[in-house]
């Protein structure tokens, strides 16, 4: 292909966007095909002689297309969202273009410095104390990752990169029981072992950590001759939102010397609106790491991750190794590949650049008082249907309930409104027992879609009760 074809195509793909976005809601949220039903339709063995870009583009829309699940559609309501504005995917299109490696200051400078830049943009929104530095990563599980393997070094004295782990004991994590599993992901790949994490009961109305518990859990180790290592904290987990009391966790962790990360990804994208904090982000600034995900709520097309770090040197004596020909010239340039655990990285700040102008912190901070407003109204009306239970009330833009029955009942149901197609749910489990979510968080969805939820959820229990 040249580049007058490039031009050529590209015009076409940028009209097929247009016009895929603007019909989204004529479609099915949910992919309808079978498992295998894509495969089957790709041939066994790849093309010996080039094929006419008219042809591929073509079989994208008959092939891949149909087995596409709508991320964008305005009615996705499952699991959290994985936005992406119109102004972030401009600014992927000319990543994708420039296509640099922006691994060292030197590979691109701009790259660095916007990044730089948009982090301290990012801290600023969000209400956290100007001594926060941090990095873009592409997800929470990576900044999550980083901040575990920190733990771990900074409790053996940063000498398990160099020795291993044989030999130092048990290092002990504490976390709520309503973790995102990326947390146990965590700390399997760092060596800590899932018998290590310790998870504190849930309780109260935002169900978070039991800190008297934890206190107890934290000094029974210490006697038995583990060594605590850290405290991860969530604000708005995944299940039901569950939100720890950030003050309370902060002090035991300073009692002990104990590194801490607080996993934000969803809801920490709220905090860009002040009335949320005094709630669920007091205390925040005592953190040593901090992550949220702006390819969540905020509309950063994925993969956009930032992890805001207190002091980032414990976590640059963990995971910097600067090999000769990664060296750069100077001291007054940040690699942020030395911040993370890949050493490639893609130029993921200019989305948020280009975002952030395009809206205006107020633009994005109508739409989460508006998600979260039409999420409380329209529990109320979940609440009024006959049988029906709220599981858990709102936070944020997030709630659960159960229909009349047992388990299979509420899977059946979610099963039927997923293949009814009109919306996207998703179960959990709380409290022993399987829950209906609903979170609100499509960058485009409107009040009358959030409230199309009650009628479609009502509408197939009839149908299948």
Known sequence: MDWDEFSEWSKWIAEWGSQYHKTLRDRPVRAKTKPGEIYAQL????????????????????????????????????????NAAPPSMLAEQLVNMVAAQCMLWQTSPAATEVEGK???????????????????????????????LTMREKATGYTGNRDGLAGKGSLRIYCSDQVHSSIDRACWVAGIGQNNLKKIPGIGPRFGMDTK??????????????????II????????????????????????????????????????????????????????????????WLGAQFDCSIQFLKDATPQ????????????????AVTNYSEWTIPLGRRFRALKLWF?????????????????????EELCSKIRLLEGFQIT???????????????????QRLVDAINDDGRI??????????????????????????????????????????
């Open 43 to 82: 041939p066994d063995s790849p093309p010996q002689m080039p094929e006419d870009m008219g042809k591929i583009l073509g079989d994208f829309e008959n092939i891949v297309m149909p087995g596409i699940t709508h991320w964008q559609h305005p009615c996705f309501f499952a699991y959290f969202p994985a």
């Open 118 to 148: 948009m982090v301290d943009w990012m801290r600023q929104a969000l209400g956290l104390a100007d001594e926060f530095t941090g990095v873009i990563q592409d997800s929470a599980s990576s900044a999550t990752l980083s901040a575990v």
């Open 213 to 230: 518990e934890l206190e107890l859990v934290i000094r029974a180790d210490i006697a038995e001759g583990h060594t605590p290592a850290g």
């Open 233 to 296: 904290a969530i604000t708005g987990g995944t299940g039901v939102g569950a939100s720890d009391d950030l003050k309370a966790i902060a002090e035991i962790a300073k009692i002990h010397d104990l590194y801490t990360h607080l996993d934000a990804a969803w809801a920490g994208s709220a905090m860009i609106c002040p009335e949320y904090r005094d709630s669920l982000w007091n205390g925040v600034n005592a953190y040593d790491s901090i992550v949220f995900n702006p390819h969540k």
């Open 316 to 331: 640059l004596n963990t995971l910097k190794i600067e090999p000769e020909y990664l060296k750069t010239t100077g001291d």
């Open 355 to 375: 975002l952030i102008r395009s809206y205006g912190l107020v633009g994005l901070q109508m739409r989460i008082r508006n998600h979260v407003l039409w999420a």
């Open 392 to 410: 858990t009330d709102p936070i944020l833009s997030l709630f659960s309930f159960r229909c009349p029955g047992d388990d299979m009942a509420q």
């Open 424 to 465: 996207y749910l998703t179960q959990g489990a709380f409290a022993d027992q399987k829950i209906i979510r609903v979170q609100v968080g499509q960058f485009d969805t409107t009040r009358e879609d959030v409230m199309s939820v009650a009628t479609v959820v009502s509408e197939v229990w009839e149908a299948i009760k």
